[in-house]
């Protein structure tokens, strides 16, 4: 079980670049999301996917796509990336209910961007 | 209104004492999650402990325990026995409609820093 696996752990963008973060996991959940984290900021949830096929907004949406093709990958696309993104990007997933397991959410280990 | 407030930018703890890191919440639902995480240096988000908002016990998990006051809108963390490797930012999150159904979604607070001295 490799859990939540995010690709790359390091990127840097120049402005106006597009580029794919990558989410996978392995335990079949149905529920998966994406964070930003910035200094003093805690995490801000940027999209998410309740199922295959099934993407919503989340808090700060803006310059970024999701997909969920599959139950096991979330890849979040930004276009055009700005210096406003550089962040630390966290992916996460669990089940949708029911369980000891429902009471976590399993982080990714993150990924630094950094757009000049 | 900030959802989740952690009024503890930073923190300090001598080495084996109990430390609380403060959390206070608003949300008018009556079904909701609270949960606290670590973050180490190295970046990764370390699952602590969660309480739900029906749950008449507060929650424990070896030296992690949470101090629910539902009617005060408060979900403390207290660590006993601090450790040097509990040094580490933590958050406090809640999840709102928490009862089947339930989204998933997460809003944290900013964090406290804590620091344990030897």
């Known amino acids: 079980n490799a859990g939540v696996t995010q690709t790359p752990k390091f990127q840097v963008l120049k402005t106006g670049q597009s580029m794919t973060l990558q989410c996978a996991q392995d335990?079949?959940?149905?529920?998966m999301s994406w964070y930003r984290q910035d200094p003093g900021m805690g995490l801000r949830l940027i999209h998410y996917?309740?199922?295959?096929?099934?993407?919503d907004q989340g808090e700060v949406p803006n310059g970024y796509n999701v997909s969920r093709s599959t139950t096991e990958d979330f890849p979040l696309r930004l276009l055009s990336a700005a210096p406003s993104q550089t962040s630390v990007y966290f992916c996460?997933?669990?089940?949708?209910?029911?369980?000891?397991?429902?009471?976590?959410?399993?982080f990714g280990p993150g990924t630094r961007l950094t757009v000049l | 209104a900030q959802k989740i407030t952690q009024t503890q930018p930073g923190m300090f703890v001598q080495e084996k004492e109990a430390v609380t890191l403060d959390c206070t919440y608003d949300?008018?639902?009556?079904?909701?999650?609270l949960f606290w995480y670590k973050q180490p240096s190295s970046g990764e988000m370390i699952f602590l402990i969660y309480?739900?908002?029906?749950?008449?016990q507060n929650a424990t998990e070896g030296r992690y325990s949470l101090n629910f006051q539902k009617a005060r809108k408060s979900a403390n963390l207290v660590i006993s026995a601090s450790q040097l490797g509990d040094s580490a930012m933590y958050f406090c999150a809640m999840r709102e409609g928490d009862l089947g159904g339930s989204q998933g979604n997460l809003i944290f607070g900013k964090g406290t820093k804590l620091s344990v001295k030897p």
């Open positions: 949300t008018s639902d009556q079904s909701y999650g």
């Open positions: 996460a997933s669990s089940p949708s209910y029911g369980g000891r397991s429902y009471n976590e959410q399993f």
């Open positions: 996917s309740v199922g295959a096929g099934i993407t």
């Open positions: 309480q739900g908002s029906y749950d008449e």
């Open positions: 335990m079949n959940h149905e529920y």
